[in-house]
Structures are given as C-alpha cells and as structure tokens.
C-alpha cells in the first residue's frame, strides 16, 4: 500500500495477516489482498475466512474499502471461464452484504482509477482511490477483486 505524499490520513492502527495488510484511519479501514491463482480452493476459503474475521472485527460503523488481486475469475467480469473461486468470493461478499466491482481488464466504479501508465514490474497494474467522507457516500461496502 502506497500514500501519496498530500494523502491526509493519519494512521490510527494496522495489521497484516497470510495475504493481506490493512491500515485505519478515522473511521476508513483499508485492506489490500492478494491470492495466488495456483491456490487450492481449501487455501481459497481460508484466505476470505481469514479476511472477514479481520473485518468482523472492525468497529461495525468503520468504513471498508478492500482491494487487491482474488484471482476470482468469472465470465462476468470478462474472464473466458468461471472458476470454484469466482463462486467462493460471490457468497464471501453476499454474506458480508459486501458489493462486488470488477469488469476483468478495468473497474467499473468510478471512484477508482487503473493508472495504466505507471510501470508496476509485473502484470499487475496500480489503482488509485478516491475516498470522499462517509457523509457524501452511499454507507455499504466495497469490495474489489
């Protein structure tokens, strides 16, 4: 996870667990995930297991944005095939009342921007949020995969 320098967040807390970090600040709790697409679908549960124990942990009036590479592939989101994966997340996220935002090759929320032209050294590529105060957004979350 990387700040930028005019980032005004003062990091109130921190963690890191088997394929995440995460930080808070005020009231946001922002995770980054990642989930080898060679991961056993055993792995895959304990993976999300181990993500919402961290969430269901949060304050319930703290704000979540989660982000990082599931490796989740689906058709929806303009993958050639579904995987077991793809159906573990969607309950994960449903039973969270998590929403799901992904379009495979770009995200589909505005709020978030593919910086495309920034150089990442592998085949991922680096997104920019845009986090505005919980009093201008809609309050449920926000999951990206």
């Known amino acids: 996870m ?11 807390d921190y963690g890191a667990v088997r394929g995440f970090v995460w930080i808070l600040t005020r009231e946001l709790r922002i995770y980054i995930c990642y989930n080898s697409r060679n991961d056993s679908d055993v792995n895959y549960a304990a993976f999300l297991t ?20 599931l490796n989740a592939w689906s058709q929806e989101w303009g993958l050639a095939s579904n995987g077991y994966k793809r159906d573990q997340l969607a309950y994960w996220a449903s039973s969270l009342d998590f929403l799901i935002g992904n379009s495979g090759q770009a995200p589909i929320n505005q709020r978030v921007n593919v910086l495309e032209d920034v150089e990442s050294a592998n085949d991922h590529s680096y997104i920019e949020y845009h986090v505005s105060s919980a009093a201008d957004e809609n309050s449920r979350r926000l999951v990206r995969g």
């Open 2 to 12: 990387v700040l930028s320098p005019t980032a005004e967040l003062a990091i109130e």
């Open 50 to 69: 181990d993500i919402e124990t961290s969430v269901r942990s949060a304050n319930p009036h703290t704000q979540l944005i989660i982000g990082g590479d």
